[in-house]
C-alpha cells in the first residue's frame, strides 16, 4: 500500500512562493508518475502540475505554467511542487496522487490514479 503525505501548505499573500512535497512511503518511487492536483470549494478538481517516471517530462496547464515547477528526487521518495508569484484563486486544498506507471507518461486523468494524499491547504490573500 502507497501513502502520500502533503506538507507545506500555508497562508500567504499574492505575489510569494510556497513549496509543497509529497513524502512517498513505496519503494522504488521512480516507478511512479506523480501529479498534482487542487480544489477550491464549489470547484471541480483540476490537476495543476505533472511528472513522468523517470525522464522528467513535465506538463503544466495554462492556469499555472510559468509559476509552477514539479520536480522529483526518487532517492529520497518526494515529489516538490514549488509555486511562485502566487494569485488569490490558487487558493485550494492541493493533492498529490502517484500511479505506477511502467509507460513512462503523463497522467492528467485524476480518475487514472490508484493513490492519493490527505491534502495541505494553500490560501492566498489579496
Known amino acids: 500500500q502507497v501513502q502520500l503525505v502533503e506538507s507545506g501548505g500555508g497562508l500567504v499573500q499574492a505575489g510569494a512562493s510556497l513549496r509543497l512535497t509529497c513524502s512517498a512511503t513505496v519503494r522504488p518511487f521512480f516507478t511512479y508518475a506523480v501529479g498534482w492536483f487542487r480544489q477550491a470549494p464549489g470547484k471541480e478538481r483540476e490537476g495543476v502540475s505533472f511528472?513522468?517516471?523517470?525522464?522528467?517530462?513535465?506538463y503544466y496547464p495554462d492556469s499555472v505554467k510559468g509559476r509552477f515547477t514539479i520536480s522529483r528526487d526518487n532517492a529520497n521518495n518526494t515529489v516538490y511542487l514549488q509555486m511562485n508569484d502566487l494569485k488569490p484563486e490558487d487558493t485550494a486544498l492541493y493533492y498529490c496522487a502517484a500511479k505506477d506507471d511502467p509507460f513512462n507518461t503523463i497522467v492528467v486523468i485524476p480518475r487514472s490514479y490508484d493513490y492519493w494524499g490527505q491534502g495541505t491547504q494553500v490560501t492566498v490573500s489579496a
Open positions: 511528472i513522468s517516471v523517470s525522464d522528467g517530462k513535465t
